[in-house]
């Protein structure tokens, strides 16, 4: 499977994605990059796929270690070969196994995932894409769970979610004590729907901010705030 990989390269580091597992999106990069800004200390990726938010997290921070779990072997090995042939391999760890089976000795600051978000859906014929995209492998109750278990105290979190998903989420998060405390609607263009929501809370109970991002402009130029946030990680854009 590896022929049909391709290699994203960013300024500070490469990654091989795309079969098994996604490939790269627009939308995880620009979760990347803003996550990256909230990362600190201990940090943990849950479903890292190719390693793209532990990477951009450990570029961003250089004090902060990441581990990443992925749950598919086959995709756990490229994201391990990533780290390994990357700057920051002495502050990223993948590890193979399913978030409800992980029991780690340590709690961690900060927790970021890209999880999966279709249901109902017809399954792929890929078992690692299927993973990937379907919720039948994390759910959104599954994986606020998770987050419980894991978080520190004064930790804080955040995912990339539809609209509706992130509804669903927040109801389960609720449930455990754990509350948003921002949205960020993602936009392809300033006259189109929510494509995703970037979202980050704690177990601090506050107000929660809501604001939002254009991919690129009506003119189909990247807009200004995303040139920003991506500028430390895309080659296309001048530092």
Same mark, same amino acid.
């Given at each position: 499977?590896?022929?049909?990989?391709?290699?994203?390269?960013?300024?500070?580091?490469?990654?091989?994605?795309?079969?098994?597992?996604?490939?790269?999106?627009?939308?995880?990069?620009?979760?990347?990059?803003?996550?990256?800004?909230?990362?600190?200390?201990?940090?943990?990726?849950?479903?890292?796929?190719?390693?793209?938010?532990?990477?951009?997290?450990?570029?961003?921070?250089?004090?902060?270690?990441?581990?990443?779990?992925?749950?598919?072997?086959?995709?756990?090995?490229?994201?391990?070969?990533?780290?390994?042939?990357?700057?920051?391999?002495?502050?990223?760890?993948?590890?193979?196994?399913?978030?409800?089976?992980?029991?780690?000795?340590?709690?961690?600051?900060?927790?970021?995932?890209?999880?999966?978000?279709?249901?109902?859906?017809?399954?792929?014929?890929?078992?690692?894409?299927?993973?990937?995209?379907?919720?039948?492998? $994390?759910? &959104? !109750? =599954?994986?606020? *769970?998770?987050?419980?278990?894991?978080?520190?105290?004064? %930790?804080? +979190?955040?995912? $990339?979610? &539809? !609209? =509706?998903?992130? *509804?669903?989420?927040?109801?389960?998060?609720?449930?455990? %004590?754990? +509350?948003?405390?921002?949205?960020?609607?993602?936009?392809?263009?300033?006259?189109?729907?929510?494509?995703?929501?970037?979202?980050?809370?704690?177990?601090?109970?506050?107000?929660?901010?809501?604001?939002?991002?254009?991919?690129?402009?009506?003119?189909?130029?990247?807009?200004?705030?995303?040139?920003?946030?991506?500028?430390?990680?895309?080659?296309?854009?001048?530092?």
């Amino acid at each position: 499977m590896a022929e049909n990989r391709s290699l994203f390269e960013f300024k500070q580091f490469s990654l091989l994605h795309g079969n098994p597992g996604l490939k790269i999106s627009t939308e995880a990069c620009l979760f990347g990059a803003w996550v990256s800004l909230k990362a600190r200390g201990n940090c943990l990726d849950i479903g890292t796929g190719c390693g793209l938010l532990a990477s951009m997290l450990a570029q961003a921070n250089p004090t902060c270690t990441v581990k990443a779990l992925e749950i598919h072997p086959e995709v756990t090995k490229v994201a391990s070969e990533n780290f390994q042939n990357g700057p920051f391999k002495n502050r990223l760890k993948v590890i193979q196994t399913d978030v409800s089976e992980y029991n780690p000795a340590e709690k961690f600051d900060f927790i970021c995932s890209n999880p999966p978000f279709f249901t109902n859906h017809l399954a792929s014929t890929d078992e690692a894409k299927h993973m990937a995209i379907h919720a039948d492998h $994390l759910i &959104p !109750a =599954d994986l606020a *769970a998770a987050i419980d278990r894991l978080i520190s105290e004064g %930790g804080e +979190f955040a995912v $990339l979610y &539809p !609209a =509706d998903v992130l *509804a669903l989420f927040e109801q389960s998060l609720n449930s455990h %004590g754990l +509350f948003l405390h921002e949205k960020v609607t993602v936009h392809s263009n300033p006259s189109s729907p929510v494509l995703r929501v970037m979202a980050s809370g704690s177990r601090v109970k506050n107000t929660i901010t809501e604001s939002r991002i254009n991919i690129k402009t009506e003119q189909g130029e990247y807009s200004p705030e995303f040139i920003e946030l991506l500028r430390p990680y895309y080659i296309i854009f001048p530092s």
